[in-house]
Every structure is written in C-alpha cells, then in structure tokens.
C-alpha cells in the first residue's frame, strides 16, 4: 500500500538553531502534502498544506517566516522550524492523499525537543 | 465554531465487549467526508473507516462500524469484540468538500482502554 515516510524520527536541538523535517511519499507522487502538530495529549492541528511548485497554504495563527515549507518534489516536503525555541517541542506528522482513495496517508511523525 | 467535537476524553470496555466512541460534526457543505483514524501511543495514524456524506449505508471494516446519522449530524465509531491492542487514541475527522485534497480536521480524540 501507499507510504509515507518522515526523517528524521525523532530530534533535539538547541533553542535557536534551525531543523528540518521531511516528508517523503514512497511509491506514488503527492502533489499536495499537508503538515500537522501535535501537542502531547492533543489533537492534530493543521498548521499548512504544502502545494508541489507553488507556495504553502498557512492556517490562521502560524507563522510562515517561522514554519517554512518547500514542495520541490512530487514526493518530497520539507519542513524548517527556523530559530527553535522550547514552545516549538512537538509532535509534528505530515499526510498526503492518494488519488482516488478516501484516506490521507501518514508519515509516522517527527518529535522535536527543544533544549 | 469547533467543526468536529468528541465528548469523551476517555473511555474503558471490558476486552471481547462492544464499546461506541462518540463524534458529532458541524458542516454547511453537503459534500463531506467523515473518518476515524486510531492512534497508538506510538504516534502513528492508522486510517480505520472512511463515511462518505451521500453515502446511502453505514460504513463497515471488519471490527470497526461508523454509525452514520446524518440529520443528527453524528458519526461514532463501533469497536466490536474489543482486544488489548486496541487501547489507543481514537480520532474523528472530516474533510469537507468531495475532493481528496482537502485538509481534514480533527475532534479532540477519546482515549480508549481495553481491560482483560
């Protein structure tokens, strides 16, 4: 079946540097990718959905500068949590639907601690 | 306005017993499409049922039904024959519009404990 993979799985950094997430669909190309966080105990919040060669769709209350999202690929997304910072610590887990199909698929999600 | 709502935080069955997981839902689009999707601790999301908003029959999958009542605007899950591996997180879902590129959003998820 259609997979999704993220890398890294887990990361911890310290307050101000800069990580990147990506997010791979494996055997089939995903022209849309959407980008979740997850607060420990929490639901999934939507945090942008990433368009393959055009610029992400933030919802309300992200901060793009911060979150930035490329879409190079028909099966690559990355995200950069720019200047992390403790707040930012999370369990963050993209998707990407598949055409045809009535699910989205999921990466197993990357958790970030930030020092 | 919360689009998707879960009233129970948490839930315990008995294992081999039947347990219900509640989701209510608040769309004006008559195109929509309701899902379930169980988390174990983990963090993985692991897709259990899809309800499409015209269609005619409650949606089966092995254990897992979705009690649709669509004038009640309500989609829970029935868990038959529960076992220990599916304690977990339950999430109710929805993407409203008939593509399958819409974003999904989330109710706040029911624990669910399966006690031997």
């Known amino acids: 079946g259609a997979v999704v993979s993220q890398h890294p799985s887990r990361v911890i950094c310290k307050s101000g540097t800069s990580v990147k997430i990506e997010c791979r669909s494996l055997?089939?190309?995903?022209?849309?990718m959407f980008w979740y966080r997850q607060f420990p105990k929490q639901s999934l919040m939507l945090m942008a959905t990433?368009?393959?060669?055009?610029?992400?769709?933030?919802e309300q209350g992200v901060e793009k500068d911060k979150f930035l999202i490329n879409h190079a690929s028909l099966t690559l997304s990355t995200l950069t949590v720019t200047s992390a910072h403790p707040e930012d610590s999370s369990f963050y887990i993209c998707?990407?639907?598949?055409?045809?199909?009535?699910?989205?698929?999921f990466g197993p999600g990357t958790r970030l601690t930030v020092l | 306005a919360q689009k998707i709502t879960q009233t129970q935080p948490g839930m315990f069955v008995q294992e081999k017993e039947a347990v219900t997981l509640d989701c209510t839902y608040d769309?004006?689009?008559?195109?929509?499409?309701l899902f379930w999707y169980k988390q174990p601790s983990s963090g993985e999301m692991i897709f259990l049922i899809y309800?499409?908003?015209?269609?005619?029959q409650n949606a089966t999958e092995g254990r897992y039904s979705l009690n649709f009542q669509k004038a009640r605007k309500s989609a829970n899950l029935v868990i038959s024959a529960s076992q220990l591996g599916d304690s977990a997180m339950y999430f109710c879902?929805?993407?409203?519009?008939?593509?399958?590129?819409?974003?999904?959003?989330f109710g706040a998820g029911t624990r669910l404990a399966v006690h031997p």
């Open positions: 309800q499409g908003s015209y269609d005619q």
């Open positions: 879902a929805m993407r409203e519009g008939q593509g399958g590129y819409n974003k999904l959003i």
């Open positions: 769309t004006s689009d008559p195109s929509y499409g």
């Open positions: 990433s368009n393959e060669g055009s610029k992400a769709t933030y």
């Open positions: 998707s990407a639907p598949l055409s045809g199909v009535n699910t989205q698929y």
């Open positions: 055997d089939f190309q995903a022209t849309t």
